[in-house]
């Protein structure tokens, strides 16, 4: 155990010795946790420091980078859109809630955080502002991928997919299955971190043949990944890390990770082991891939010298050393981060993963050609699919069934970090159409003028007025299940994607006790909200913000000390309604200025608008509602309906949105009229 990681555990061992701890000493032992990426104990540490000075901006900053980097985005963006309310406060939150939004699809946001953020770093800001519109295009692509799931995932994090013959490799933190010597010393428990599993491809839906690859007797964690690329011998490199289940793998700061060769026996296993001559104290050295029948080492360090963070190198085995590595320069590198390469020898491309390199968000994963014996050509992203708004890294080929196996954070998965694995997707040439299809019109600057009505509505022209007609639809669209109707769409304002509650309590168990909370619903109604594995007791909900702070503070001068505003999207399904603000009485009741959510049945979603309708694919999204065809002069407007509640209508949002569509949104037919409710 190193140094340094033996005076972070003396710190931490500290917090919980001490009688009482005031802020200043919570901040030293949160920072140190933080340090040593123990973000669970960093997070409740922070959060009492915040309990004591809410305004402290350091520790909500850190707070929300624990969270964000322990992978969970909402609380982190809940904790960003309270930061950025502040009169001061780190400047690189502007680009760090610009990065989760852009990873939750939300990219218009995304760019208006990387805009503020230029006013700090001109060049970072803005390349991260026109990568969100880079994004757009990717999500526009067609699928050329068929992704599925592979069934060895665990529901803790599994990562970095190799191949030794017929048999997979791979990392995980699973501690499902257990050793001989865990039913011996149940104190055993697996808190030390991933250990390496072996399954025969093949078999790869029978997960209960999975297997460790090491013996008891051997080193088995903080192992991986591991790479057997070397065709003509036994060589092996991996790397030795101190990953934690459900925390991202790298930060550009990073000290732990350092590369080893060994010897490969005849199970896979390997011994015989000895470090990377080039390994460099103080900075972190790993994700090795062993190309060129085992005679070049493609790695990832953040030693200094490079072009940001983590950067990709290569190093030659001759005369049986290994030569100093040489980055790989700027067309593969960037300020960013790049990690776990995989080279294609037959023909001759590297892959690798970049969190800066225009992509979708997150890590996605490049292709790079190499064109001389140093020289490689510009990174050009894989594409949607196999790249989605999450992390997407450890890319390699199965030498036996040539499937592209990756891991991924991605929403979907069984657990933290899951491995998938790519077939190409086949193509129908009865759909194919060209290639130079023009972009969807934005109506946004085509609104009808008329009259309006008590709700701001523009008059409805008629179809008279239009000088409607159905346009015919080409027999190479498949209309199955969709039904089209002849309507006029009216554009008027965006609709709410997010309203605003305040978080009062938050209770372990469903069971809860809230009579306790009842005097609240004096500001609004009392809901519980089930979400992981508590249960959130919130008042609300409010659309203005302005509104949401005076109650706080209401809130809070009732005693009700660790309230907080919690901004996010509106999902009818996880609420229960506790408490009901129109049966209450209290005194010093502000309930006439609480704003109740519209009682709304006919929500719809609209898509996109085009000048041609024969431009529109029908058979990307009759599955996902109704189809209605609306008209607006020369333009025809594609609308998705048939959605009960608006919890139905954002699931088949986002499914629109991945599909291409995305500037797709949620309007409300009321009778004939298309209304977009006001975002505050």
Known sequence: MNRKLLVGLFWVALAFHSPLLNGQGLMAIADKQYELEAYNLAIDNYRKVLAGDPSNSDAMFKLAESYRLSNKDNEALNLYDQLTTLEKFDPLAYLNYGLILKSTGELDKAKFWFYKYMEFDQKIGKHYAESCEKAKILLGEDEHYEISLFTGNSASSDFGASFDGKNMIYSSFRNDLKRDADSKNKSLIHIQGNQLFSLEEAIEKQSHNI?????????????????????????????????????????????????????????????????????????????????????????????????????????????????????????????????????????????????????????????????????????????????????????????????????????????????????????????????????????????????????????????????????????????????????????LEAPPTKVYFIQVAALANSRGNVSTFDRLTSYGNLYKVYKSNSTKIRLGYYYDRDEATKILSSVKSMGYNDAFIVHESLVTSELELVGNSSSSNAKGSISSTYTPAPEVTNYKIRLASYTDPLWFDVSRVNDLGEIEQWTKGQYTIFILSGYGSLDNAEKAMVKAKNRGFTDAHIVIDNNGYLEKLKQN
């Open 211 to 491: 297997e460790f690859l090491r013996g008891e007797l051997k080193s088995s964690y903080h192992i991986g990944p591991v790479d057997y690329s070397d065709q003509n011998g036994s060589l092996v490199v991996y790397t030795k890390n101190n990953f934690k289940n459900g925390v991202k793998f790298v930060r550009s700061n990073d000290t732990h990770m350092s590369l080893f060769f060994a010897e490969k026996d005849q199970n896979s296993d390997f011994n015989k082991e000895r470090p990377f001559p080039y390994n460099e104290t103080g900075f972190s050295t790993g994700f090795g891939y062993l190309a060129n029948k085992g005679e070049t080492l493609y790695f990832a360090s953040n030693r200094p010298g490079g072009y940001g963070g983590y950067d990709l190198y290569v190093s030659y085995l001759r005369n049986g050393s290994w030569s100093i590595p040489v980055n790989l320069g700027d067309s593969v590198n960037s300020p960013g981060n790049e990690i776990t390469p995989f080279f294609d020898d037959q023909n001759e491309k590297l892959y690798f993963s970049s969190d800066y390199h225009f992509g979708l968000g997150g890590f996605d994963i490049f292709i790079s050609e190499k064109t001389g014996d140093l020289t490689y050509s510009s990174a050009i992203n894989i594409g949607k699919g196999i790249n989605s708004l999450s992390d997407d890294y450890y890319f390699v080929i199965s030498p036996n069934s040539g499937k592209y196996y990756f891991t991924s954070n991605r929403l979907g998965g069984k657990g933290l970090d899951d491995i998938y694995y790519a077939t190409p997707a086949e193509v129908s040439n009865d759909m194919a159409i060209e290639t130079s299809m023009p972009p969807a019109i934005d109506l946004n600057d085509f609104v009808i003028e008329g009259s309006n009505n008590k709700n701001g509505n523009a008059a409805l022209a008629s179809e008279e007025d239009m000088g409607f007609s159905l346009p015919v639809i080409d027999n190479n669209f498949s209309m199955v299940d969709a039904r089209l109707v002849a309507k006029q769409e009216v554009i």
